[in-house]
């Protein structure tokens, strides 16, 4: 059975778009990726400070846990925000925009700072943060057809991997030359260099409304549907439990693995700026790696359902399985083998995954509904870091309190592959919606 994205090329008559310059693409999937790279490096300096913020600031595990989620107390919001604009901005000044917000919320730590200022600054980097995936990937599809979405999408999202493994190493180093503070400083001038960047080559391409010829069910989606019919679709929410779940595991990647290193494990400052690094290498890697694998199941045959979604899907549930194992070692090879696959499959299939949106919402929605994901999976970040926190806090040992933390996070990951892979299906929702008829426009927003 064809794939409902994965087909031969739409000829520009059926797309109603001419393809744009290669060039220009590939530049454009650069800019993105490096975007992503930015975001996530923005993340996870937190983590990596966190030792010595602690100290200077004289604050516990549990405060610190607070620190983390507030990051994600406004993720929601800017992602459904972000989401709406999305279309309505030009994206050559709504990713510049959101890149120079990002700049400005980490200034203050440049300097000293207080516990309350300091959660202000994680409040506004992930409001303006919230939306950065929904926008790359929807800027992402408009420069290509459906059929090339999946390998450029796998690209972008995996800046977020590469952004971490990149910046653990660089910006350990930098704060042991001089001190945490400066590791922001760094964060700053590259915020602003990737703004000046986007502005003088970035932009949305012509190909975001093209569908392929041979899909028939795409095809006959209306311009518009009514966004609960859209979220009512079983892919939608598939999706948007399989995201929810998994994003525990990156949140707590993201704000305590640092942490867990370090005073879990025992490892010193160095090692643990290395170490950090591998579970967001593999995860960059494996993104390039599960993009280009769904493409060729779909040129074999294979159905949107089975080269995204189950894909997807599969790739959580191992991860999740390898998290609760890692969970149950102590220090060594084997355990960090196991981590880093924990680490690293619960988030590999983000990229093909975010691909299936577009097999059952219209180009006009897509910002919106991806808004709507981003919104829904950040709830797990604002939960997760104040669990483990606490959990660390309440343990006999910090041990302890982080192995109870990590069983949880991989069982809802499991679960939530489970739910997933039952509910996901592009084509009977592509299929279902095509028929769908919109009301004559008495009322505007009755389609919204």
């Known amino acids: 059975m064809p794939s409902t994205t994965d087909l031969a090329p739409a000829p520009a008559a059926a797309t109603g778009a001419s393809a744009p310059a290669k060039g220009k693409a590939a530049l ?4 993105l990726f490096c975007f992503m790279l930015v975001n996530y490096a923005d993340k996870v300096v937190i983590g990596l400070a966190g030792v010595d913020l602690i100290a200077e600031l004289g604050i516990n595990k549990e405060q610190f846990g607070l620190v983390q ?8 919001a800017g992602s459904i925000l972000g989401g709406m604009l999305i279309g309505k901005i030009k994206a050559r000044y709504l990713l510049a925009g959101t890149a120079l917000l990002w700049a400005l919320s980490i200034a203050p730590m440049m300097g000293s700072i207080g516990f309350g200022l300091l959660i202000a600054c994680r409040v506004v980097l992930g409001f303006a943060e919230g939306p950065a995936t929904a926008m790359a990937t929807s800027v992402t599809h408009s420069w290509f057809a459906p059929d090339k979405r999946a390998i450029p999408t796998s690209i972008v999202v995996a800046g977020a ?21 400066s590791a922001f400083s760094v964060l700053f001038l590259v915020g602003i260099a990737w703004m000046l960047a986007w502005i003088f080559g970035g932009g949305e391409g012509t190909l975001g409304g093209a569908r392929p010829q041979a899909s028939a069910a795409i095809s006959a989606l209306p311009d518009r549907l009514p966004y609960r019919k859209l979220l009512g679709t079983g892919t939608i929410v598939g999706l948007l439990v399989l995201f929810f779940t998994t994003y525990w595991s990156i949140a707590v990647k993201v704000s305590w693995l640092p942490l867990y290193f370090r005073e879990g494990l025992g490892y010193t400052a160095k090692e643990t700026g290395t170490l950090v690094a591998l579970p967001y290498a593999a995860a960059a890697a494996l993104q390039i790696v599960v993009g280009v694998a769904s493409a060729m199941l779909s040129k074999r045959g294979a159905s949107s359902r089975a080269a995204r979604c189950l894909l997807a899907s599969a790739l959580a549930g191992v991860g999740g399985l390898s998290t609760i194992g890692f969970a ?66 309440s343990a006999a040992t910090p041990a302890e309190g982080y192995s109870h933390g990590f069983t949880v996070i991989g069982v809802l990951a499991v679960v939530g592959a489970v739910v997933a892979a039952l509910l996901t299906n592009p084509e009977r929702d592509a299929a279902k919606l095509s028929k769908w008829a919109p009301p004559a426009p008495q009322d505007a927003s009755e389609s919204d």
């Open 28 to 31: 454009i999937v650069f800019l």
């Open 69 to 76: 989620s507030s990051f994600f107390w406004l993720f929601a």
């Open 161 to 181: 991997g590469f952004g971490p493994l990149i910046a653990s190493p660089a910006l350990t180093w930098v704060m042991e030359k001089w001190d945490w503070h």
């Open 328 to 393: 149950q070692l102590d220090r060594g090879i084997p355990q960090l083998l196991l981590l880093v696959i924990g680490a690293s499959l619960t988030s590999a299939g983000y990229g093909v995954a975010f691909a299936a949106v577009s097999d059952v919402v219209p180009a006009k929605q897509r910002g919106g509904i991806m808004g709507v994901i981003v919104a829904v999976y950040s709830v797990g970040g604002i939960i997760a870091p104040l669990i483990l926190g606490g959990l660390i806090d």
